[in-house]
């Protein structure tokens, strides 16, 4: 509806010129009714605003839908599937506010491609019918914006996807200062944490001004063309005016499109960096939201819902491991992933959810490629809302019975605790960080996946708790695939098979089957 509204007003705004040609030749100088003539502008007049009304309404339309599609998708992903992208919620924060923003200005403008069209379709037998010598004018502007399009656009993508990156980091950095301001304080570490935030924050300044620079240029000599084009054809015009091959009427309609040619390039060149500044929001939602997409519904290559028997990684290189790993887990076999700190733990499971791409390697879920539909990672740092344990837990979903969300707490050991009405405080202040990562575990066991990830979510809990957590997570084992990232020797014990990550990756079998 967007565009078929931004395509009739931009006729009627076309039609405009072609009226005042006939007001001014044929009502001033050829003797016919001028009331006539001042009818059919106002008629354009009238088109243009009704035009106008449905375009702006429905692209605003389609805009607020789109933000609110993708933060209810972020909110799930990052909250209730904990598909995390190896960046702090800092970054998640500005993924969920200035990259959702950008890609609804992009929906916002998608209309406009269909009004620019409709000009190119309008202007060109319009221009034919006044002058071949004015429509070789406007055809000349055509190599040079080409020649601008190929050059610039690719710079200019590149040079926003350096710049997100750069906000993404100094967000994480806020993030940082703010939760250890008090810890930092303590220790005198303050002018440290001030000092990277200065350098974080002098990145975004460097990167913004490259990309500013290289789409003021891009805007500036697209738009200069068209100006050109203007003068020109308004000289060449006013020559055949006084030759009399050209009319008063015709040289007005003719200035009057070549603005909107101008003007249409130079919308064109917002819409076209807004649609390369779109495209790396996506590429960054797409990390967080993962292969399923908007909808929710499978991609291609994801398993269908009859459960997952194996999921395997193939020679798969997660970012920031030192070594290619090869790993099989099965259903019925719980499988520990091990190593020292840093030998890229966190990195696999993100790898292995979809929630972060390989750098080389395939993940495989029963043979097809690609992470299972139904998998939940649970982190080592998970999200936690303020509200209630219960609201945690179903998030918003009625599909879950009293019992079911009271077994998933005793399954972790936190009934004892806490009540499915207990209020989190803002900021998870009224929890410990055992409590937390036994609430995220809570939330990942009530929902039943086919793949369980589990990245070292008793590593601050008691050795007692732990033990109830580990004879929880192998009854999940028996009937679901479930993988554990972490050290502590109590999983090693109960682990039917171990890889152990490092310079070198190491397959085990630790013991017999759950």
């Known amino acids: 509806m967007a565009v078929l509204g931004g395509m009739v007003r931009q006729a009627g ?3 405009l010129p072609w009226g005042l040609e006939r007001a001014v030749d044929r009502g001033l100088d050829g003797g016919q009714p001028l009331l006539l003539w001042c009818g059919a502008i106002l008629a354009t007049v009238v088109v243009q605003v009704l035009g106008q ?3 702006d309404w429905f692209s605003n339309l389609a805009d607020a839908r789109t933000g609110a ?3 209810a998708a972020l909110v799930r992903r990052i909250v209730v599937d904990s598909r995390a992208t190896g960046r702090g919620e800092g970054d998640l924060l500005l993924r969920a506010g200035r990259d959702v923003d950008l890609v609804r200005v992009w929906v916002h403008g998608l209309a406009t491609w269909a009004v620019i069209g409709t000009t190119v379709v309008l202007l060109v037998p319009g221009f034919f019918s006044l002058s071949l010598e004015l429509l070789l004018v406007a055809l000349a502007t055509v190599p040079f914006l080409l020649v601008i399009g190929v050059y610039f656009p690719g710079r200019f993508e590149r040079a926003s996807a350096r710049l997100a990156d750069a906000h993404g980091v100094r967000a994480d950095e806020v993030d940082q200062v703010i939760s250890a301001a ?13 000092r990277r935030h200065a350098d974080r924050s002098a990145e975004v300044t460097r990167r913004s001004v490259r990309a ?3 789409l003021a240029q891009w805007r500036s000599l697209g738009s200069g063309v068209p100006a050109v084009a203007v003068a020109v054809g308004v000289l060449v015009g006013v020559l055949e005016v006084l030759g009399g091959g050209l009319t008063v009427g015709a040289l007005v309609a003719f200035s009057a499109w070549m603005g909107t040619i101008g003007i249409a390039v130079q919308v064109g060149l917002i819409r076209a960096s807004q649609a390369l500044e779109a495209r790396v929001a996506l590429d960054r939602l797409g990390l967080v939201l993962g292969p399923t997409g908007l909808t929710g519904a499978p991609a291609a290559a994801t398993v269908p819902d009859r459960g997952v028997e194996e999921l395997a990684a193939a020679q798969v290189v997660a970012p920031g491991c030192p070594a290619p790993v090869d790993l099989v887990a099965r259903r019925g076999r719980l499988l520990l992933v091990t190593g020292e700190t840093g030998s890229g733990k966190s990195s696999l499971l993100r790898v292995l959810s979809g929630g972060a791409l390989p750098e080389s390697g395939t993940v495989t879920a029963d043979g097809a490629p690609g992470a299972p539909r139904s998998v939940v990672l649970v982190p080592q740092r998970p999200v936690v809302m303020a509200g209630t344990v219960r609201e945690n837990l179903t998030l918003g979903s009625n599909r879950y019975t009293e019992e079911e969300l009271g077994r998933s707490l005793r399954d972790v050991a936190l009934d004892a605790e806490v009540g499915l009405d207990s ?3 803002d900021g998870t202040a009224s929890l ?4 937390l990562q036994r609430l995220a575990l809570a939330r990942a066991l009530v929902r039943a996946p086919d793949v369980l990830l589990l990245d070292d979510v008793t590593a601050a809990v008691d050795p007692a708790t732990e033990q109830l957590i580990i004879a929880a997570v192998l009854r999940e084992a028996r009937s679901r695939v479930v993988v554990w990232a972490g050290h502590r020797p109590a999983f090693r014990d109960a682990a039917a098979d171990v890889v152990v990550l490092g310079a070198m990756t190491t397959t085990e079998t630790a013991g017999a089957d759950p």
């Open 13 to 15: 705004f076309l039609g």
């Open 53 to 55: 009304c449905v375009w």
């Open 69 to 71: 599609r993708l933060r």
């Open 182 to 194: 008090v810890t930092v304080r303590g220790i005198g570490a303050q002018d440290t944490m001030v």
């Open 212 to 214: 500013t620079d290289l």
């Open 423 to 425: 209020e989190i405080a």
């Open 432 to 435: 410990s960080g055992g409590q």
